[in-house]
């Protein structure tokens, strides 16, 4: 089975914080993208990677930005956290045409 | 542009009762269409997919989903609803050739005993 890893399932963090999810794949993808979810949006594409330091902006990238140093592991960073930040983070990883499998999910809360 | 539209906020539906969750979508190309489901305080658990083939798609859970062309419609469905389906679909649409999917803004299913 794919397992993907978001190893913050809660936090909380003061407004200006930088904060770091981190997310770890195991099925040898070349894609991971992060998303964010806010009832009533959907689901929103911040950044993705087709490849090991290769990224790209999503929909909505502003106040974002991401890492990806190894294939196994995508990092999405917030400089400086802000209270519209507060949300629930979704990583996924796959390929193109092929299914994308996600993580638990992070909720984050910014205060 | 690609873009998912699910109509429906919320869709309740009796135990036993056939159930329909509905997905259009707008995208260049060939379609790839995908449903996901997710339970409370957890991520997406993928249903099923059509990239080609067969317009009737099988998937987890006894779901199916039917690819309509013509009317660029992806709808889920199931012959017997349970309770325990009760949750969150998302309909998702990547175009041929894209790393990006797109995703609907979801439609609750509320299966009631």
């Known amino acids: 089975d794919v397992k993907v890893t978001q190893s913050s399932r809660y936090l909380v963090k003061r407004t200006g914080e930088k904060v770091f999810l981190e997310c770890v794949q195991d099925?040898?993808?070349?894609?991971m993208f992060w998303y964010r979810q806010d009832p009533g949006l959907g689901l929103r594409l911040i950044y993705f990677?087709?490849?090991?330091?290769?990224?790209e902006k999503g929909d909505i990238p502003e106040g974002y930005s991401v890492s990806r140093e190894k294939k196994e592991r995508f990092s999405l960073i917030l400089e400086s956290a802000s209270t519209n930040q507060t949300s629930m983070y979704l990583c996924?990883?796959?390929?193109?045409?092929?299914?994308?499998?996600f993580g638990e999910g992070s909720w984050l809360t910014v205060v | 542009a690609q873009s998912v539209a699910q109509p429906e906020d919320q869709v309740n539906v009796a135990e036993g009762n056939p159930l329909t969750v509905k997905c259009t979508y707008s995208?260049?190309?060939?379609?790839?269409l995908f449903w996901y489901v997710q339970y409370p305080n957890r991520g997406l658990q993928f249903l099923l997919k059509?990239?080609?083939?067969?317009?009737l798609v099988k998937g987890s859970y006894g779901f199916e989903a039917e690819f309509n062309k013509s009317q660029t419609s992806f709808h889920l469905k199931k012959p017997s609803a349970l309770v325990s389906d009760s949750a969150l679909y998302f309909c998702?649409?990547?175009?041929?050739?894209?790393?990006?999917?797109?995703f609907g803004t979801g439609t609750r299913l509320k299966v009631l005993a």
């Open positions: 995208v260049s190309g060939n379609p790839y």
């Open positions: 996924a990883s796959g390929g193109s045409g092929n299914t994308i499998y």
């Open positions: 059509y990239i080609t083939g067969d317009n």
């Open positions: 998702a649409v990547s175009g041929e050739g894209t790393y990006k999917y797109i």
């Open positions: 099925m040898d993808h070349e894609n």
């Open positions: 990677s087709y490849d090991v330091k290769m990224k």
